[in-house]
C-alpha cells in the first residue's frame, strides 16, 4: 500500500518534471539515472565482523554468532574475519529461515540487532529463547532448499488460490481500458483524465487502507470485482442511452473499483503464498495485472475497431471472476504461511459467520421412562 502512494505521488510529479524538461529523450534519461542510482544502493556493502561468541552465558546479545576459525572465546576475530552485508536492501531473516539458510539469517538478524541498539547484557528471555533455537538450527546444518514455482502444482489449494488472484489481477489491470474509453467524450481534455486516474489510485489505496482490514480481505475483494462487473454490463448495455453525466459516474466507479481489484490482489497474493515461494507468487499475480493492462495500447493500434468486443470479453471475465473470488480463503487475522504445506491449510470460510449450527443434538430430548430399565454400563 505504501508503495502504491509513492507511485502516485511519482505519477503527479511527472507532467511537471516533462514541462520542465521539455525533451523526452532527457526525461527518459533521467528515469533511467534514478532506476541505476537503486542499482548502486541495492549493491552497497558493509563489512563487519561476524565473530561472536557462541554461547548465551558469554550475553552478547540476542544473535549470538558461531564462532570462525581464529576466534576464541567472547573476543573479536581477525580483521580479515568481515562478509559483505546488504545496507538498504538485506534479505528477508524469514525467507532464509523457511529455505534452512540459517547461518545468512543468524547474521542479518544480528545486524538487525546492532541498528537497533543492542549492547551485550542486554538479551530478554525471549531473545534469548530464540537465539537458542536458532544455534540448535544451525548446529544441525541443513542443507538450502529452494523452491521453484513448478512447486505450486503439487499442492492441493495453494495453486488454485494462486490462479484466481492472477486472473482477478488480470481483469482488474485489463478492464480499465473500457472505461477510459467510455471517459474519453466526457472529459475531452488531456490532463484532466491523468491526473482523474492519479487521484482514483490513491482513493483506491486508501478505501484499502480502511477496509481491508476491519471488513476483510475476500469480502472487500468481491465487492470491488462486483462494482466493477457491474460498471462495465451498464456501460455495454445502456451507454448510447443513459445521460452523460451517468456515463462518467459509471466510468469513475468502474476505474476506482478496478484499481481497488488489482492493488488487493496483490496484497492477497502476498498473505495467501507461502514464504518460500512467495516473491515468485508474488511477481505472477503482478505479471497478470500488467498483462491485462497490455489491452489498451492493442486497442489503440487497432484503431479501435475491436473495441465493442474486447469490453464484452473483459466484462464477462469480470462476472466470472465474481464467481471465483468466492473459493479464496480468508487470510486476516491469521499468520503467514512458511512452506506449501501450511499454505494447503488456508480453507474457504463461510463469507457470512452465523450461529453454529446445533445439528449433533437430538430432535427430541429422551424420556426417563426409556431409561429407567437399563443399567449404567447400557446408557
Given at each position: 500500500?505504501?508503495?502504491?502512494?509513492?507511485?502516485?505521488?511519482?505519477?503527479?510529479?511527472l507532467p511537471g518534471l516533462a514541462a520542465l524538461v521539455q525533451d523526452w529523450r532527457l526525461l527518459q534519461g533521467l528515469g533511467a539515472l534514478m532506476s541505476g542510482l537503486l542499482l548502486l544502493f541495492w549493491g552497497v556493502t558493509e563489512n563487519y565482523s561476524d565473530v561472536l561468541p557462541l554461547s548465551l552465558g558469554v550475553g552478547w546479545g540476542p544473535w549470538p554468532l558461531p564462532l570462525l576459525p581464529g576466534g576464541g572465546g567472547g573476543s573479536r576475530g581477525h580483521p580479515h574475519q568481515r562478509c559483505r552485508f546488504p545496507a538498504l536492501f538485506p534479505e528477508s531473516p524469514c525467507w532464509l529461515l523457511a529455505t534452512g539458510q540459517v547461518a545468512r539469517a543468524r547474521k542479518i538478524l544480528w545486524r538487525f540487532a546492532e541498528a537497533s541498539g543492542v549492547g551485550p547484557g542486554d538479551s530478554s528471555l525471549e531473545e534469548n529463547s530464540l537465539a537458542t533455537e536458532l544455534t540448535m538450527l544451525s548446529a544441525r546444518s541443513p542443507q538450502p532448499r529452494y523452491h521453484s514455482p513448478l512447486?505450486?502444482?503439487?499442492?492441493?489449494?495453494?495453486?488454485?488460490?494462486?490462479?484466481?488472484?492472477?486472473?482477478?489481477?488480470?481483469?482488474?489491470?485489463?478492464?480499465?481500458?473500457?472505461?477510459r474509453r467510455s471517459l474519453a467524450p466526457?472529459?475531452?481534455?488531456?490532463?484532466?483524465?491523468?491526473?482523474?486516474?492519479?487521484?482514483?489510485?490513491?482513493?483506491?489505496?486508501?478505501?484499502?487502507?480502511?477496509?481491508?482490514?476491519?471488513?476483510?480481505?475476500?469480502p472487500v475483494l468481491l465487492l470491488g470485482t462486483m462494482v466493477t462487473g457491474l460498471a462495465s454490463l451498464l456501460l455495454l448495455a445502456g451507454a448510447q442511452y443513459l445521460p452523460g453525466w451517468t456515463v462518467l459516474f459509471l466510468s469513475v466507479l468502474g476505474l476506482l473499483a478496478s484499481r481497488a481489484v488489482s492493488a488487493l490482489s496483490s496484497l492477497f497474493a502476498a498473505e495467501v503464498f507461502p514464504t518460500v515461494i512467495r516473491g515468485a507468487g508474488l511477481g505472477l499475480v503482478l505479471g497478470a495485472g500488467f498483462l491485462g493492462q497490455a489491452a489498451g495500447?492493442?486497442?489503440?493500434?487497432?484503431?479501435?475497431?475491436?473495441?465493442?468486443l474486447q469490453q464484452v470479453v473483459f466484462a464477462s471475465l469480470a462476472v466470472l471472476a465474481l464467481l471465483c473470488v468466492l473459493l479464496l480463503p480468508e487470510s486476516r487475522s491469521r499468520g503467514l504461511p512458511q512452506s506449501l504445506q501450511d499454505a494447503d491449510r488456508l480453507r474457504r470460510s463461510p463469507l457470512l459467520r452465523g450461529r453454529p449450527r446445533q445439528d449433533h443434538l437430538p430432535l427430541l430430548p429422551p424420556s426417563n421412562s426409556y431409561w429407567a430399565g437399563h443399567t449404567p454400563e447400557q446408557h
Open positions: 500500500m505504501g508503495a502504491g502512494l509513492f507511485s502516485v505521488v511519482g505519477t503527479l510529479l512447486g505450486l502444482l503439487r499442492t492441493r489449494v495453494t495453486w488454485r488460490n494462486g490462479l484466481i488472484l492472477g486472473f482477478s489481477s488480470l481483469v482488474g489491470g485489463g478492464i480499465r481500458a473500457s472505461f466526457q472529459v475531452p481534455t488531456f490532463y484532466l483524465p491523468y491526473f482523474l486516474e492519479a487521484g482514483l489510485e490513491a482513493a483506491a489505496l486508501v478505501f484499502l487502507l480502511l477496509t481491508a482490514d476491519c471488513c476483510g480481505r475476500r495500447p492493442l486497442d489503440t493500434l487497432h484503431g479501435r475497431q475491436g473495441f465493442f
